[in-house]
């Protein structure tokens, strides 16, 4: 098999992001190997994967799970870059949040073991987010890459996706920490919301915690903000490969385009797709939740990345996206 541009592993290849990254790295002439967590009993379609242009020489699916890191062994062999983007998600608390966040933790640190016995590895980039940042006690309302949530605020308020922000926090702590103390180069990526299109099957859990309101009453929906910072999931793909490539990138960079309010997405879609209607809502009509902090990219560009995605495209994008695939 030619290895064009060289081996590649992205773990967690059928989320979001993921699978994303995948289809960029295919185009740009990587050999991609990826990691999907197998079910008991069942065989997972990745068809969407496989489908891709290119695939069919250059993608390789291995099975593997956070609960057992040896498992991602084999498809970090040979690889001179691992994007780690496999994550619990787990928005409603079904498991508790120290159990989530050991094997989260457990999972990130035996890749990267298995990443620092490589004789082919030159960097892993790792997908943290916008919660491991956002979630703390402070007076600024702009936040760079130094600032880090506070994981006893989230464990004592328990805001909606708390355990999840919890495990994104100390997880990207964790990996950053292994990086400096082994010599292993590990840069991490912080994005916020994510939207645009997707070619997983499921929606995905950002488009739905953004935009309520496409699918259904916002009132309804436990996750209520007044103000959002978002970005493109190919700006978001696109990111992770510039900084792979990059000849020397330090640390965490965060990753959001653009700041815009609920009000302003809504009068967008009402716009461009008069035929949506936007249930009616107290939220919506002016009972404002909490303004989370922005998260500055500065550092990201100032490295010569470039956002390619207008707010307008990004949603345009997402609602074309749902549209297509039966969602609106």
Known sequence: MAEGKGRVCVTGGTGFIGSWIIKRLLEDGY??????????GQKKDVSFLTNLPGASEKLN??????????????????????????????FEVNEPEEVVTKRTIDGALGILRACKNSKTLKRVVYTSSGSAVSFQEREEDVLDESYWSDVNILRNVKPFAWSYAVS????????????KE???????????????????????SSIYASMPFLFGDIDK???????????????????????????NPKGRYNCSAFTTTVEE??????????????????????ANGPTFPLLTSKKLMD??????????????????CCKENGYL
């Open 31 to 40: 050999t991609v190997n990826t990691t999907v967590r197998s079910s008991p």
């Open 265 to 286: 997405i809504i009068d967008i879609i009402s716009s461009k797709y008069p035929e949506i209607q936007i249930p009616k809502s107290k939220v919506l009509m002016g």
């Open 168 to 179: 994104k926090t100390l997880t990207e702590k964790a990996v950053l920490e292994f990086g």
């Open 182 to 204: 082994h010599g292993l180069d590990v840069v991490t990526v912080v994005p916020n919301f994510v939207i645009g299109p997707f070619i997983c099957y499921k929606l995905p």
């Open 221 to 247: 929906h436990p996750f209520r903000i007044s103000r959002l910072q978002m970005v493109h999931v190919d700006d978001v793909a696109q990111a992770h490969i510039f900084l792979l490539e990059h000849s």
């Open 61 to 90: 699916i291995f099975n593997a799970d956070l609960s057992n890191p040896e498992s991602f062994n084999a498809a970090i062999e040979g690889c001179v870059g691992i994007f780690h983007t496999a994550t619990p998600v787990d």
């Open 303 to 320: 490295t010569g990345f470039e956002f390619k995605y207008s707010v307008e495209k990004m949603i345009e994008d997402t609602i074309e």
